[in-house]
């Protein structure tokens, strides 16, 4: 699935992060993956290339010059950060969710990555009333044994993904956030490492709330501090 351009420095990505945003409300994902490739000034480095993707070609978010091209899936690198961004352009096609995933952690698998970062957004009317007043728009979500789990929860003061009943248990409620329950839970069965980061949201004007998730995101992974204007692209918005 993974192709490197002619001129990537690296296709050897053992023990690095792998970020996937998901195609879901407000394209907020996306947004928030512009403005890590962006600011961390991270290197094209290949494609996902698969049947599983809507074919795409538009301009570069990142470059002006007509020859500067963006596809369906593109492949990022950080060396300083040690992460890869798969930035996806596209939805996935129907029918191929399954496909998408599988084929994604049979490449991680391959290349040795350390863990599975999912960026995904969900529907802001479907909030609890304490969700609503809990003072944040963010949640994460990860396995209870996971290293991260109390630091998330004791340091960072993050709050778990509340989940919702069902007809015989609880179970993980993500409306409008495209593939990343599949993701989390054939994660989990695969036992690969995975955090899923979640931001209630609307459609509309999604750039300040790729921001509050990028931020979040920060307090983690300690990226740099990140602006919306730093995406050449957004400059169009203006």
């Not at 049947?51 to 070609?57: D, G, R, S």
């Not at 049979?106 to 863990?115: G, I, L, N, R, T």
């Amino acid at each position: 699935m993974f192709h490197p351009v002619q001129s990537a420095k690296i296709t050897d990505f053992k023990d690095y992060k792998l970020v996937v945003p998901c195609v879901s409300v407000g394209n907020v994902a996306q947004l928030t993956t512009d403005l890590l490739i962006s600011t961390e000034k991270m290197e094209l480095v290949g494609h996902l290339y698969d049947q599983c993707f809507l074919p795409l070609v538009c301009n570069s978010a990142f470059s002006h010059t007509k020859e500067a091209l963006s596809t369906s899936a593109e492949v990022y690198w950080s060396c300083e950060r040690q992460m890869v961004v798969a930035q996806l352009r596209a939805p996935i096609a129907k029918g191929q969710e399954k496909r998408f995933v599988k084929l994604l952690l049979d490449w991680m698998k391959e290349a040795c990555f350390s863990e599975l970062v999912v960026l995904t957004s969900t529907y802001a009317h479907e909030r609890l009333d304490h969700q609503i007043t809990s003072g944040s728009s963010c949640r994460f979500i990860t396995s209870p044994s996971s290293p991260h789990y109390r630091h998330f929860i004791q340091e960072l003061g993050w709050k778990l993904l509340e989940e919702r009943q069902s007809i015989n248990s609880n179970e993980l409620f993500l409306p409008g956030a495209g593939a990343a329950k599949t993701m989390y839970e054939q994660c989990l069965a695969s036992g690969i490492a995975v955090v899923v980061l979640v931001k209630f949201t609307s459609q509309g004007d999604n750039g300040g709330d790729a921001e509050v998730l990028a931020d979040y995101m920060n307090h983690w992974l300690m990226v740099k501090q990140v602006r919306a204007m730093t995406v050449l692209a957004w400059h169009c918005l203006m």
